[in-house]
């Protein structure tokens, strides 16, 4: 059974930092792929975009987003994890980790990341 837990998304001012995460009971974690998908209001979780994924050998990767996000996962302890820095109200959205074990893609519950002007 797959269940993934995020936490770690309260209320923030502009230019604020947040670390989100990610539990994940997940077999064999350190062999997929772990992502990031953020949902802005009144958009479909299904159509958002990935903004930040590791891949299995990977433990650490700072993306787009003008460098303000880094994803990292530990794998011995089943986590993955988003730091994101400088944040923007823009920001705001719901963010999920999500993992895809073929033919199914699995999603969190998400948590809520809102960011104050």
């Known amino acids: 059974q797959v269940q993934l837990v995020e936490s770690g998304g309260p209320l923030v001012q502009a230019g604020g930092s947040l670390r989100l995460s990610c539990a994940a009971s997940v077999f064999s974690f350190w062999t997929y792929t772990m992502t990031w998908y953020r949902q802005g209001p009144g958009k479909q979780r299904g159509l958002s975009a990935p903004i930040a994924a590791v891949v299995p050998g990977q433990l650490r990767y700072s993306l787009s987003l003008r460098g303000r996000f880094t994803i990292s996962r530990d794998n011995p302890g089943n986590m993955l994890y988003l730091q994101m820095n400088d944040l923007k109200p823009e920001d705001t959205a719901e963010y999920y980790c999500?993992?895809?074990?073929?033919?199914?893609?699995?999603w969190g519950q998400g948590t809520q990341v809102t960011v104050h002007a």
């Open positions: 999500s993992v895809r074990i073929p033919p199914a893609r699995f």
